[in-house]
């Protein structure tokens, strides 16, 4: 069975040993489709935290909570902490509950769009087939690159992430598959340090038994959804045909019906246009708590800025979108004078339309910006009516060129969650 030792890289052949014969590494991975797939997910692990913990070794082995405020919500959290439960989205008074020896930290966007970007440039040695997701995560596509490289796709990845542990002082994941889908799936087998794959052989007798959760964009109001028709795994989608699901489910059921049977035919595309980018999360309970709307229209807003920087765009309109608790949308957009990639205006633009409705109660809250351009046309010309914008949009990349030039500790910003 063909084999890779993580440590060394050397491809190892039937019999794969316990441990390399080459540098004695117990880091084997083994599968028959090992050197055949090239569809890959990349993502890094526990990603804002471990750039925090990499600048701060007196983190290292602590809990660490990326957001602010205990009326604020968490951006993302270590392993450690998500150990004792807690979550990202989770309101802050929670997750310090679960685990009150943690340690909050605020985020520091502008240091990790640089660290994205240096990751990024070696992913580009590899292939120039690369779909970005944020600034933790990418689709690659290997296919066609073993000539150019002499070692197959899973030696490149493995060597990518080894790169970006011994450069970087980071960690990833990897999935490797036949499709995106499975790709994705994959990755979040065995996090952290994972290294997983799921071959074509194996794809339905994988799939069978695993929960509909795992179907990426499928959270809790999906899941309510799918177990109201009895569907809780995949062998309970494949009793489902095709124009029972489209009928019960409309577009979602076609896409169910194809990846119930691991099917996947979207390309790993680096210059598909993107027509917007957006977030948003439905709440277990509807809310009216101003405070806690507040803390995760702010993490919204980070995250939609994560992702437009990570693919180098920027909007001109923002959009808030808001679902009450009788089920009712309703949306509100707003064009800016300049578009924008900048967290802060999104989140500012945002509320201001948010303060414009009614108080609620809402069960689900989103934030996005369309209209894109790109990054180069963004946040350039002065807003007279809030004269700070400009000094705050010239601070951020004046910090990203001292950055880049002096390190990630030349200067330290502090952003809170409301």
């Not at 933790?136 to 150019?148: M, Q, V």
Request: some cysteine; overall charge positive.
């Amino acid at each position: 069975m063909p084999a890779l030792c993580r440590a060394c890289y050397s491809q190892l052949t039937d019999p794969a040993p316990r441990r390399c014969p080459d540098c004695g590494s117990p880091r084997i991975l083994n599968h028959p489709e090992l050197f055949d797939l090239s569809i890959a997910h990349m993502d890094c692990d526990a990603f804002y935290a471990s750039v925090e913990k990499r600048d701060n070794p007196a983190l290292r082995d602590k809990p660490v909570i990326i957001g602010g405020g205990r009326r604020g919500v968490v951006s993302t959290a270590c392993y450690i902490a998500r150990i004792k439960g807690v979550r990202s989205a989770m309101p802050m008074f929670q997750a310090l509950k679960l685990c009150p020896e943690a340690e909050v930290v605020r985020g520091r966007m502008d240091v990790y769009v640089q660290v994205s970007r240096q990751i990024r440039a070696m992913m580009e040695e590899l292939t120039p087939a690369i779909e970005p997701l944020s600034l933790d995560e990418a689709f690659l596509d290997l296919t066609g690159t073993e000539r150019l490289h002499h070692a197959p796709p899973a030696v490149m990845l493995a060597r990518l992430v080894g790169r970006m542990e011994q450069e970087l002082g980071l960690t990833g994941s990897i999935g490797l598959s036949h499709n995106k889908f499975l790709a994705k799936v994959a990755s979040d087998l065995d996090k952290p340090k994972g290294f997983s794959v799921i071959g074509k052989v194996e794809t339905d007798a994988f799939l069978r038994d695993k929960p509909v959760s795992m179907i990426w964009g499928v959270g809790a109001v999906g899941r309510e959804s799918l177990a109201k028709a009895g569907i809780r795994t995949f062998s309970d989608l494949l009793r489902w045909d095709r124009q029972d699901l489209h009928a019960r489910f409309g577009s979602m059921g076609e896409r169910l019906y194809h990846l119930a049977r691991g099917q996947d035919h979207r390309r790993v595309s680096a210059h598909e246009p993107v027509k917007g980018i957006s977030n948003e999360t439905t709440f277990h309970e509807d809310t009216a708590d101003t405070d806690l709307l507040d803390g995760h229209l702010w993490r919204m807003a980070e995250k939609v800025s994560d992702r437009a920087k990570a693919k180098q765009i920027a909007g001109r309109v923002v959009t808030l979108k808001l679902k009450t608790a009788k089920f009712q949308i309703v949306t509100r957009r707003q064009t800016l004078r300049d578009a924008t990639q900048m967290a802060d205006t999104i989140y500012r633009t945002a509320r201001e339309m948010m303060d414009q409705v009614d108080q609620g109660p809402y069960r689900l809250l989103g934030v996005g910006i369309s209209h894109l351009t790109p990054e180069t046309e963004a946040d350039r010309t002065p807003d007279l009516l809030d004269p700070t914008a400009g000094k705050r949009a010239d601070a951020e990349r004046a910090t990203d060129k001292i950055r880049e030039k002096f390190g990630p500790d030349a200067i330290l910003k502090g952003r809170s969650l409301r």
